[in-house]
């Protein structure tokens, strides 16, 4: 077994060496692109439509073929070599919100982004990104930038002393859906960038924080259907901004009911949009159920 290089963060650690290098294979057959497009052929009751957002399009496409499909190094921030691991294809990375946007809104510096993509293509490797807010208190917690938070104290929430994107505001939908326009108007028609991921919340997952703070969201106006519609919502912002590369809505948790990803995967999929699983597991017990009529 090849031994992949230490990452300096501790929740990728616990991943596990080699799903870095192995998560996309699964990725691509879970999304399934032509058949994520083509629908089912009973589809359920459609989720709440998410709301009018800044820059929506309704003509907004996606890709219909990937190109240099294959196996993508996750968070490869070392930058691996083809040429010393022949079986990866590509990179992915995580940027953080603060990092690029950081003194005021509407002003960027994008050279973290450019600099490892540079780093990547110099190597043949396509790549994949994406955008954070929230990384979890194990990771960096808040990557909100300070302007945003002194702007908009109604855009994050404080829980236990912990700061979070209040994900379910129009304050944070507004800014975060104006900086990915601006992510999507830079790099949408690079060729490098073959595929981006939709942050909703916590690590970029379909979670808000860690569970220990679900009832202080919950005193803060979050609830169940509330996350659908917000993670909807985020979906929609990323679908409307981003017109030539593949989507994945990185769909594995939830906020208080499993309920939830049904209703969140089937409006990214009505929208031909991919689905990424963050992690690997022996066995998942009931987490795939194929029986007609099953409430979850």
Request: charged share 15%; aromatic share 14%.
């Amino acid at each position: 077994m090849t031994e992949l290089p230490q990452t300096t963060q501790p929740w990728i650690r616990k991943i596990g060496p080699l799903a870095g290098v192995v998560f996309l294979a699964t990725v691509l057959l879970i999304g399934g692109w032509s058949a994520v497009r083509a629908g089912r052929a009973t589809a359920p009751a459609p989720p709440p439509q998410p709301a009018t957002l800044p820059g929506q399009n309704s003509g907004a496409t996606s890709a219909s073929t990937l190109e240099d499909p294959g196996l993508y190094v996750f968070l490869d921030y070392s930058n691996m070599n083809p040429a010393q691991y022949p079986f990866i294809v590509g990179g992915h990375e995580l940027f953080l919100w603060r990092d690029i946007e950081r003194d005021q809104q509407g002003v960027y510096d994008w050279s973290v982004v450019d600099n490892w993509i540079a780093a990547e293509s110099s190597l043949g490797k396509p790549v994949a990104i994406g955008f954070n807010s929230y990384d979890g208190q194990c990771c960096g917690g808040d990557r909100m930038p300070n302007w945003f938070k002194q702007q908009h104290p109604d855009g994050y929430v404080t829980c236990q002393g912990v700061v979070i994107p209040k994900y379910w505001s129009s304050a944070y939908k507004n800014a975060w859906a104006s900086f990915i326009q601006a992510a999507a108007a830079r790099y949408d028609n690079d060729p490098r960038v073959k595929w981006v991921v939709i942050s909703a919340g916590m690590y970029g997952e379909t979670i808000p924080a860690e569970d220990q703070y679900d009832a202080c969201l919950s005193s803060n106006g979050l609830t169940s259907s509330g996350w659908v519609n917000t993670v909807n919502d985020i979906t929609n912002i990323y679908h409307n901004a981003w017109h030539n590369k593949f989507l994945f809505i990185q769909y594995a948790p939830y906020f208080t009911s499993r309920l939830e990803r049904r209703d969140f995967t089937d409006y990214a999929g009505s929208l031909g949009i991919g689905m990424k699983h963050n992690k690997l597991e022996v066995d998942g017990d009931d987490r795939v159920i194929n029986v007609p009529g099953y409430l979850y």
